[in-house]
Nanobody
Framework: QVQLVESGGGLVQAGGSLRLSCAASGDTAYISAMGWYRQAPGKERELVAAVTTTGSTNYADSVKGRFTISRDSAKNTLYLQMNALKPEDTAVYYC?????????????WGQGTLVTVSS
C-alpha cells in the first residue's frame, strides 16, 4: 500500500512563499495521479492542484498563476510551490494519491500540514 507524509507548512506573511512536500512510500508504482487539497475552518475540502503520471496538471482558479504543482518520480515526492500567498490560503493542506492495483481503486490521503498566512 501507499503512505503519504506532508511537510513544509507553517506561518508566513501575506505575499510570501512556501513549498510543500509530500513523500510517498510503499507501492508507489501503482499511483496514477496525485494532488493537493485544502480545507479551511468551516469550509469543505477543495482541490488545489493535481498532476497525473503523464504530467498533465490542473489548478483551482483561486491559485492559478501563484501555485505550481510538480512531481519528482525518482524521489516519489510531490511538491506545491506557493507564491504570493494570501490570508485566504490559510488552511490544512492534504496530499492525495489515486492508485490502481489489479483493477482495484484506492485513494490515499496524508494527515495534512497547516499553512497560516498572516495579513
Amino acid at each position: 500500500q501507499v503512505q503519504l507524509v506532508e511537510s513544509g507548512g507553517g506561518l508566513v506573511q501575506a505575499g510570501g512563499s512556501l513549498r510543500l512536500s509530500c513523500a510517498a512510500s510503499g507501492d508507489t508504482a501503482y499511483i496514477s495521479a496525485m494532488g493537493w487539497y485544502r480545507q479551511a475552518p468551516g469550509k469543505e475540502r477543495e482541490l488545489v492542484a493535481a498532476v497525473t503520471t503523464t504530467g498533465s496538471t490542473n489548478y483551482a482558479d483561486s491559485v492559478k498563476g501563484r501555485f505550481t504543482i510538480s512531481r519528482d518520480s525518482a524521489k516519489n515526492t510531490l511538491y506545491l510551490q506557493m507564491n504570493a500567498l494570501k490570508p485566504e490560503d490559510t488552511a490544512v493542506y492534504y496530499c492525495n494519491a489515486e492508485c490502481w492495483k489489479w483493477d482495484r481503486y484506492l485513494e490515499v490521503w496524508g494527515q495534512g500540514t497547516l499553512v497560516t498566512v498572516s495579513s
